[in-house]
Every structure is written in C-alpha cells, then in structure tokens.
C-alpha cells in the first residue's frame, strides 16, 4: 500500500519561468540571447552549491561578473528580482493539500542550502513531513542514499513510496530501489497518473512502476 509521496522542488512545487522572462534577464544585464541558464547553472558554482560548499551569497558572488554584475548591490539587486520571479504552482499546491493527512509528504530536492526556509517564506513548510535538501545534506540525486535517506525519515519502505519528478533519469533511479515513479510534466496529468497508480488495487505486493505521459503542450 502507498503511503507516502516524494515531491522534487524545483519545476514541480515551482512553477516555470515563462521563456520572455529569460530573455527579459539577458537584456537587461547586457549578455548573450540564450546564455543565463548556462551561466546560473552549467558552471562549477552551482555545482558546490548543490551539495552545500558554496552558500547562495558566495554563489551568487561567483556569478555575478559572469553576469555582467560587478558591485555588490547589483547582484543583490538581480538576486532579489530572480527569487521574485519564482512562485508555487498552485495546480501542484492544491493537489498536495488534498494529500496532506493521507499520505507521509516530503521535498527531495537537489537544492543550495535553505530550502527549508524557502518553503516556510512560501507559506508551505508545514504540509511536508521531510524535506531533504541535497545543499544541506551533501549528496544529490541520483544518488541511491538520497532516496533512502529521505524513505527512512518517512517511516515508508520503498514500495510504499511515489517519487515525482520532472527529470526523468532521477525518477528511473528512484524505480531501480524500487519506489513507484512519476515524470511529471504537469499538475493535471499528475493527478490523473496519482488516480491510475492509487487506483490499481492499493496491494501491498504492487510492483515498482514508472509513468511518463507524453508531453502535449
């Protein structure tokens, strides 16, 4: 029997940035059309950010000239309008709620340090009971301890578990440890994947599955 849910952060809880915001970044700092994301995170400082060695004030330090920002208070500056960009998705929020009571909740997210507080900014810390940070924790996904990890403060064995995420290879890796898995794309098709895998019957002996539903949008 399902008892818990494993919700990723980032892309699932968050809603996506609309692509004219992006741009809107880019032309504003004065950089290349298309290069912010691989600026912010196809470098060596996001990297240790995600596994805590950098906290998000050196990272965003050791962005800034990068990003043509050269002063202090321009990268606060910047850094305060990015977070303000952000926001929950609230088609994902809704179907959270409707599980909280019923199912164990927890965040496993490859994250910098301070998604706890993130959560609690948002108003949502309390609808989880984990939240598994790989910035405050030192490891990330796909790593197996990661998933263990979070299954064990969950009280629920791995059979037990759904883990929802939109990168399908750590959806995959949590599937190999035996957790139910879900690519999520978006909140709808989300509930009606939760519907189709809660409905088969509830069995405690329910095989490890993985669902993708194609992309339409």
């Not at 952000?86 to 998604?115: F, M, Q």
Request: with cysteine.
């Amino acid at each position: 029997m399902i008892k818990a849910m494993i919700f990723d952060f980032g892309l699932v809880i968050s809603t996506p940035r609309p692509t004219a915001c992006f741009r809107a970044y880019e032309r504003d700092l004065g950089i290349a059309r298309g290069s912010i994301n691989q600026i912010m995170f196809d470098g060596p400082a996001w990297q240790d950010a995600l596994i805590g060695q950098l906290t998000m004030q050196a990272y965003w330090r050791a962005i800034g000239p990068s990003l043509g920002l050269t002063r202090q208070r321009q990268i606060d500056a910047f850094q305060r309008r990015y977070y303000g960009d952000e926001s929950v998705n609230p088609d994902v929020l809704k179907l959270i709620r409707s599980l909280r009571g019923n199912y164990g909740l927890a965040v496993l997210s490859n994250h910098p340090p301070g998604l706890d507080q993130w959560l609690s900014d948002w108003g949502i810390r309390d609808l989880f009971d984990v939240i598994y940070c790989s910035g405050d924790e030192g490891r990330v996904k796909p790593d197996p301890a990661v998933y263990h990890a979070t299954l064990d403060r969950l009280g629920a064995r791995p059979a037990e578990a759904v883990f929802i995420d939109d990168t399908a290879g750590h959806v995959t890796a949590a599937r190999v440890l035996g957790i139910h898995g879900i690519v999520f794309s978006d909140a709808h098709r989300l509930e009606r994947d939760l519907d189709t895998l809660l409905g088969e019957g509830q069995s405690a002996h329910l095989p490890p599955r993985i669902i993708e539903t194609p992309y339409e949008g």
